[in-house]
């Protein structure tokens, strides 16, 4: 199993941003599949799920701004971010569990994590 994560980069508060991430080893969709992110000095947090049987999940910090999604034909998963604000600002991290989410905002239920992409936003 293995994910690697892409996109990211830095922008203006209010700009937008899409970080994908290509899977192998695996097909995406019979996985829970999650972006977490961590800023500097904070705990780990859940972003966006999405589970095997397409069901989404958003924290609340982001509901509304991001939207997760998944190429079947490119085994790949994305998460468009809209509307970003510095508080935004973090390690995106994706990540992947077999099967159902169960706790899908819940960054421990993952076994299997990509190597991270940074995104910054400035005010």
């Known amino acids: 199993v293995q994910l690697v994560e892409s996109g990211g980069g830095s922008v203006q508060s209010g700009g937008s941003l899409s970080v994908s991430c290509a899977a192998s080893g695996f097909t995406v969709s019979s996985y829970c599949m999650g972006w977490v992110r961590q800023a500097p000095g904070k705990e780990r947090e859940g972003v966006a799920s999405?589970?095997?049987?397409?069901?989404?999940t958003y924290a609340d910090s982001v509901k509304g701004r991001f939207t997760i999604s998944q190429d079947h034909a490119e085994n790949t998963l994305y998460l468009q971010m809209n509307s970003l604000k510095p508080e935004d600002t973090a390690m995106y991290y994706c990540?992947?569990?077999?099967?159902?989410?169960?706790?899908?905002?819940?960054?421990?239920?993952?076994?299997?994590w990509g190597q991270g992409t940074q995104v910054t936003v400035s005010s």
């Open positions: 990540a992947a569990r077999p099967a159902y989410c169960w706790s899908p905002l819940r960054p421990g239920v993952f076994s299997h």
């Open positions: 999405i589970d095997v049987d397409g069901r989404t």
